[in-house]
């Protein structure tokens, strides 16, 4: 892994949820390709003890597109351990993947100089009311100033936990921007240290469509050239589920 050296410029893009396993890695790392394979070199943070996004660079290629790592323990200052996330130079995008069971205090550092927050959500009664409840929380805490978007999760088409989940969603103050499937190409990916960008198009072509939808949304947000106006802080563009997948090259 190269341990990039710091600047304070880049985008900020953070993927929260302090409920455990709803995806918040496998979100993380398909970004950091994404944004690997169009340039500049992203930076993927990883602040979760467990180290699963460290790990997943690790085993990254070396022929693969570069993607800068910070561990959880290079953010560390002497004697106790920081929260302040560093952004490194010659970075692109900075994705921040996080640990559950996340307190107040560390949610407001994370989110403090952050351009947006990502978070995904299982299809499950449970996970729902649970995110549900902690983005309320998260929208008073950071006084609506940051725009925050709902990513729905290992989901299957037809099933009645999709309907239910997709119900409640739409009752949310954020926007449900993409829906990615059950699918073992995001696991067969991770394996490799890749993300679904890397691999052949034809294999992953329905997953591309939902993963566009949210580089769709970023674009958006992100873009330095975008008009004053453009879309409402906590709305998409109307076009943005009309739109075809981002075009980018892939390899088989």
Sequence with gaps: MKIAPYRDDSNKIVILNPKGGCGKTTLATNLASFFALR?????????????YTSRWLERRPKTSCMINGITIDELAMPGKHSWSLRKPKEAGAVIIDTPAALGRREIAELTDDADCVLVPVLPSAFDTHA??????ELLLQTEFDRPVAVVANRTRQNTKSLSALLKILNNFETPTIAILR????YVHAA???????????HRVKQDLEQMGRIIDWLDQLLLREMEPGLMTRFNPLPRLFASPTSSLAHQE
Excluded: H
């Excluded at 059950?182 to 190409?185: E, L, P």
């Design 39 to 51: 340039g500049p070199a992203p930076t993927l943070i990883d602040t979760d003890p467990m180290g």
């Design 131 to 136: 995110t549900a409840n902690f983005i309320a």
């Design 182 to 185: 059950d699918s073992q190409n």
């Design 191 to 201: 394996n490799l240290g890749l993300g679904i960008y890397e691999l052949p198009q």
